[in-house]
T-cell receptor
Framework: DTGVSQNPRHKITKRGQNVTFRCDPI?????LYWYRQTLGQGPEFLTY????????KSRLLSDRFSAERPKGSFSTLEIQRTEQGDSAMYLC?????????????FGEGSRLTVL | GQSLEQPSEVTAVEGAIVQINCTYQ??????LSWYQQHDGGAPTFLSY????GLEETGRFSSFLSRSDSYGYLLLQELQMKDSAYYFC??????????????FGTGTRLTVIP
């Protein structure tokens, strides 16, 4: 399978703990996005990478959130000192850098539950 | 910022045609995309309009009017498997450049026999 891969698929943690999610995009895709989705809502944009450069961060992304893409391939999203409001599905998406048609390829997501 | 509006729920009969509307407000607009998401699944791309007019892909068509900040997704010959959430998303010039997608809150389509 050469689609976008996310790990872990599910994470249950206690409030105050740190969690990290990993995203492996489609191999030739140099653009990578993180979104957050809660039940009944659309994906909310969090951040965007072009290769290893983080070009944009949403105002939703508090200082407890940090994302990296150190070698321009996989990316990690870390949430420090988790809060119950962080419970959501965290989606990663990727695309090629050329011929933008508004198409992103999404992974299956990492579901976070904060107790 | 970006603002998108679409109906929260639509119900239609199998075999019929349904239209899901989307109005948007944004700066630096580049285009409008449509995505489908089944319960528990990932959003999957359906269609994109960068210019005014109709784009057709099989049973799905999408329309855009940039002057009206309006678009719609048209689903024909509805099948039970089309029951899902449908999101419109604007391709917008974000602070870091173009090509960020901002999603609406989604329309839940229920297809009934």
């Amino acid at each position: 399978d050469t689609g976008v891969s996310q790990n872990p698929r599910h994470k249950i943690t206690k409030r105050g703990q740190n969690v990290t999610f990993r995203c492996d995009p489609i191999s030739e895709h140099n653009r990578l996005y993180w979104y957050r989705q809660t039940l009944g809502q659309g994906p909310e944009f969090l951040t965007y990478f072009q290769n290893e450069a983080q070009l944009e961060k949403s105002r939703l992304l508090s200082d407890r959130f940090s994302a990296e893409r150190p070698k321009g391939s996989f990316s990690t999203l870390e949430i420090q000192r988790t809060e119950q409001g962080d419970s959501a599905m965290y989606l990663c998406a990727s695309r090629l850098g050329t011929g933008n048609t508004g198409e992103l390829f999404f992974g299956e997501g990492s579901r976070l539950t904060v107790l | 910022g970006q603002s998108l509006e679409q109906p929260s729920e639509v119900t239609a009969v199998e075999g019929a045609i349904v239209q899901i509307n989307c109005t948007y407000q944004t700066s630096g607009f580049y285009g409008l995309s449509w995505y489908q998401q089944h319960d528990g699944g990932a959003p999957t791309f359906l269609s994109y309009n960068g210019l005014d007019g109709l784009e057709e892909t099989g049973r799905f068509s999408s329309f855009l009017s940039r002057s009206d900040s309006y678009g719609y997704l048209l689903l024909q010959e509805l099948q039970m498997k089309d029951s899902a959430y449908y999101f419109c998303a604007v391709r917008d010039r974000g602070a870091g450049g173009a090509n960020n997608l901002f999603f609406g809150t989604g329309t839940r389509l229920t297809v009934i026999p």
